[in-house]
């Protein structure tokens, strides 16, 4: 019998105030309703704004949609979260650079988010940044964010299907 690996996902964006933590909370809650077991979830920023928690409307956009990421706190990206990293996943071409000038071996196993979902897979789509904007652009943020991380959730089912 085998025993079943841990695979830890990295979701990285700027500040790890918006992108990131709605992607990590959307992800978590994923898992939760599949009940997959084995996938630990985090997320860090380029520039992270250490102790920060997340952004009000990035909160309230996940609280009316049932996730909560109160207790968010901000990290900056370090080399040995990504070399902890089974998957990083960017928001933005810059932050897939970021991770690559901390640990340049760390190419084959980050992308970006967009490429999940995409109808060409070679096309990364950055996502754009709600921070400072209105509540309306975290809603968008989250609608798009929820789109790729549906699509990620089905490799992960299959995957988690083949490895049972």
């Not at 997320?43 to 990035?58: D, F, R």
Request: charged residues 30%; contains cysteine.
């Amino acid at each position: 019998m085998s025993r079943k690996q841990t695979q830890t996902i990295l979701f990285v964006c700027t500040g790890n105030l918006c992108r990131s933590p709605m992607a990590e909370g959307l992800l978590r809650d994923r898992i939760e309703k599949e009940g997959l077991e084995g996938i630990r979830v985090a997320s860090a920023g380029t520039w992270g704004l250490e102790g920060e928690p997340a952004a009000k409307h990035a909160i309230k956009v996940c609280s009316d949609r049932g996730m909560d990421i109160s207790g968010h706190v901000a990290r900056r990206l370090t080399g040995d979260m990504i070399d902890g990293s089974d998957l990083v996943l960017t928001m933005e071409m810059e932050h897939l650079q970021g991770v690559l000038d901390l640990v340049p071996d760390a190419l084959v196993k980050t992308r970006m988010l967009s490429r999940y979902g995409a109808e060409d897979r070679r096309i990364d789509l950055p996502i754009r940044d709600p921070f400072g904007r209105p509540k309306q652009a975290y809603v968008t943020c989250f609608q798009e964010l929820s789109r790729y991380i549906d699509a990620l959730m089905l490799e992960l089912i299959e995957d988690s299907a083949l490895s049972s």
